[in-house]
């Protein structure tokens, strides 16, 4: 079974393009939620992540978004050592979750997958672009966020630029249609070479 990374920056649209290789009956692993189901629930990750950034990381045994988002996004070190506690146990989650699926390949979305030195682990990876402007003016309308806000996380990732050369794929991202279709010529092409 082959395995494909889906990433692109914030705002750049990775979850609808992975909603579209799901339409095709993709099975689609979300980083993302996973990592946010397993600082909740694992105990391991639990305790190392108090260790890290104090009590106040979790609230009435739920996560306090705000509070970790507060001090990791401000600061690159303490961001990677979350990574750190993090990632491999997320990859251990995909790893077990690929092992029961039956497609000819699976997809991970996973924002950071260059960032953290990833991409060997895989045997393509997508990368979905938008412009800058599009992607801050879609997260301001879904998350809420300051502008000023959104550039400081951004700033953890690489530009486009940095990641073109390193992808096999490379989705523009700004008229769904064309994303659909693009994403559809893509399924195809790996479902050859799977």
Do not use: C
């Not at 992540?49 to 401000?74: H, P, Q, W």
């Not at 996973?110 to 990368?127: M, R, V």
Request: hydrophobic content about 40%.
């Amino acid at each position: 079974m082959k395995r494909v990374g889906l990433t692109g920056g914030m705002g750049s649209g990775k979850t609808t393009v992975a909603q579209m290789f799901q339409d095709l009956g993709v099975p689609v692993y979300n980083s993302d939620e996973n990592a946010k189901r397993i600082m909740r629930t694992s105990k391991v990750a639990r305790r190392k992540i108090i260790a890290l950034l104090g009590k106040e990381s979790y609230r009435d045994d739920s996560l306090n978004r705000a509070f970790i988002a507060n001090k990791v996004f401000k600061d690159p070190e303490v961001l990677a050592q979350l990574n750190r506690i993090v990632h491999p146990l997320v990859r251990k989650s995909f790893l077990a979750w690929s092992r029961r699926q039956v497609h000819p390949f699976v997809i991970q979305e996973a924002a950071i997958i260059f960032e953290n030195g990833n991409h060997d682990f895989y045997d393509y990876i997508i990368l979905v672009t938008a412009p800058m402007e599009i992607r801050i003016s879609r997260i301001l309308d879904r998350d809420g966020h300051s502008r000023e806000k959104i550039l400081e996380r951004m700033d953890n990732q690489w530009p486009d630029s940095k990641k073109i050369p390193l992808s096999d794929f490379v989705l523009p991202n700004t008229d769904i249609s064309r994303t659909r279709s693009k994403a559809r010529a893509i399924y195809r092409q790996i479902l050859e070479n799977s």
